[in-house]
């Protein structure tokens, strides 16, 4: 019995601590926040923070990689449906909005300025495969009508859509402003048909 409740004590505390760092991760990304920061939001010590996770590059990339998980398990359902281009990209990028809780940019940032080449490494794979990937698959799949100019690459073009979500993202983060429907329907038709007459 002790046993059992020893280990639910423990899980229940590891739960708390993703939680945790993901809110303050996400809020102030990762250089702004200390282990020291998680631990007393948490309740527990910095040495008992550390049982868990070894240091705080292993607490960020556990986050990331539970955020991404299930955004990408919603991603790939749209990606995978006999919907039109617009109407996935409109889906893709609600869910993003709806369910990230940070600016992309911020999270590359931390990624690539704060994080061993091999961490890198194993983030980028992850963004990759996360978010590039499944945008780059709308305009792959056999149902797409968006044609991609002779020159533009899917994943060139994911980049593109992905930064200009990271904008939208920086927006309402910033000014605390909801980015609505309608706004999201007018980015993708600048993205995919442009803003001039030719």
Avoid at 38 to 62: D, E, V, W
Avoid at 173 to 194: A, D, P, V
């Amino acid at each position: 019995a002790k046993t059992n409740k020893r280990k639910l004590e423990l899980e229940r505390t590891h739960r708390k601590i993703l939680q945790v760092a993901s809110d303050l991760f996400m809020k102030k990304g990762f250089k702004r926040t200390s282990t020291r920061e998680i631990a007393q939001t948490c309740g527990i010590t910095q040495p008992n923070l550390y049982h868990h996770f070894k240091n705080k590059t292993q607490l960020y990339i556990a986050v990331i990689e539970k955020l991404t998980t299930a955004v990408k398990k919603d991603l790939e359902k749209i990606v995978s449906t006999e919907m039109e281009t617009t109407e996935k990209l409109l889906l893709m990028i609600e869910i993003l909005l709806d369910k990230h809780p940070t600016n992309l940019f911020l999270m590359l940032s931390d990624i690539f300025t704060e994080m061993s080449e091999s961490d890198q490494r194993k983030m980028h794979f992850i963004f990759k495969e996360t978010y590039i990937d499944n945008f780059a698959a709308v305009f792959e799949s056999k149902t797409n009508r968006a044609v991609l100019k002779n020159e533009v690459r899917p994943e060139q073009a994911a980049n593109y859509i992905l930064y200009n979500l990271s904008s939208m993202m920086g927006i309402r983060s910033t000014y605390g402003k909801e980015i609505t429907r309608e706004k999201i329907l007018q980015t993708i038709q600048f993205i995919l048909y442009g803003i001039v007459q030719e």
